[in-house]
């Protein structure tokens, strides 16, 4: 079934996606009866191009590397260059918007907008960014169900990881009481270079921010906003609870020292940076706060940049989830699984 694409946005993860789009070409026909087709590009540094028939991934990947502009794709009749974000979603013909966009996660902006109008014309949208998923959950869910179009967004969590689809889907059945994680792969590096190599805190931050996993303005990561919101999205989407960021109580690592990590070995434990989201008697709580877990405990094994979630059913017990949580070729992975779920879907309709 061919399904017709547009990004907005294409950086890193989406040109991740892209790629993987042309290596798995073969294979995602042959096997799920998918063919996607790029019809659109918008990217507000690198440009914007359009054509219906579709562009060629090769080229688009081998003009953005030499150029740096996707408008330096060969003129052919029927390509249009220079639409925004906004005309490319609403006068494109796809049937679904990759948003990849740079968008600022305290507002949600500008992919909150671009979820609005992709669904107010009939298209679907997959997407990464958290923003809009954490602070405009029920405004967007309920637009998608009212048009009848899927909105993805499973790459929002653990990148690649199936930390949302995996409950929804095959714990399916069970009532989850607590959902406890590791979702910062950067706190949780700096956090195993003290413990293993008895580095500073200052001195693991910065070899983080030399092998990638850490960004230049570290704050997001280590004093724990960045997972505020993924627990936000959990809380929203697994438990069905309209939580608010502004709800969850948020305290990051930039405190610990090493002191603390060997009082912790001395003890048996181990310093985690935990997201916790648990229903007490009818009312959930939420909180974001490094600490010293047993080492006998499933999440104290998780080192390095990994990730892990563990969710506390009645019926199966506790179940841990652990794998990457970042990386362009995961992430990319993260919103396949979402066009190849609305693909599933679109074949089980039509028969």
């Not at 006068?91 to 990849?100: H, K, P, R, W, Y």
């Not at 997959?126 to 499973?154: C, D, I, Q």
């Not at 997972?227 to 709800?247: C, F, H, Q, S």
């Not at 020292?257 to 009818?282: P, S, V």
Request: glycine fraction near 10%.
């Amino acid at each position: 079934m061919v399904h017709k694409l547009a990004f907005i946005g294409f950086g890193v993860v989406g040109q991740g996606l892209a790629e993987i789009l042309r290596d798995k070409k073969e294979a995602l026909r042959q096997d799920e009866g998918f063919e996607p087709v790029i019809v659109g590009i918008s990217d507000l540094m690198k440009g914007s191009i359009y054509h219906p028939n579709g562009l060629d991934i090769d080229t688009v990947l081998q003009v953005l590397k030499e150029t740096g502009s996707l408008e330096n794709y060969p003129q052919t009749p029927g390509l249009v260059t220079g639409w925004d974000s906004l005309k490319t979603i609403r006068e494109s013909n796809a049937d679904t918007i990759i948003e990849v966009s740079y968008t600022d996660v305290k507002t949600g902006q500008p992919a909150i907008d671009h979820c609005k109008t992709a669904f107010a014309n009939g298209k679907n949208v997959v997407m990464t960014n958290k923003g809009p998923v954490a602070l405009a959950y029920g405004e967007l869910s309920k637009m998608a169900e009212e048009r009848n179009v899927h909105w993805g967004f499973e790459g929002t969590v653990m990148s690649g990881t199936p930390a949302l689809r995996m409950p929804i889907t095959t714990l399916a059945g069970n009532e989850i009481t607590e959902i406890r994680g590791i979702l910062n792969g950067t706190t949780n590096f700096i956090l195993t270079k003290m413990e293993e190599e008895g580095v500073s805190y200052d001195k693991a931050l910065k070899e983080a921010q030399e092998l990638g996993y850490a960004e230049a303005d570290p704050t997001s990561d280590v004093e724990g906003f960045d997972v505020r919101y993924k627990i936000v999205i959990l809380a929203n989407y697994i438990m069905g609870v309209p939580l608010t960021v502004e709800e969850v109580a948020c305290k990051g690592i930039t405190d610990i020292t090493l002191n603390d990590i060997e009082e912790a070995k001395q003890e048996g434990k181990r310093w985690k940076l935990l997201a916790k989201l648990r229903n007490e008697e009818g009312k959930v709580i939420a909180s974001i706060a490094p600490e010293k877990i047993a080492v006998t405990d499933p999440l104290a094994s998780i080192n390095g940049a990994i990730n892990a979630i563990t969710y506390n059913c009645d019926l199966l017990g506790t179940v841990m989830l652990s794998g990457a949580g970042a990386g362009k070729v995961e992430t990319g992975f993260s919103l396949l699984i979402d066009l190849l779920t609305i693909n599933r879907t679109k074949k089980v309709v039509n028969i």
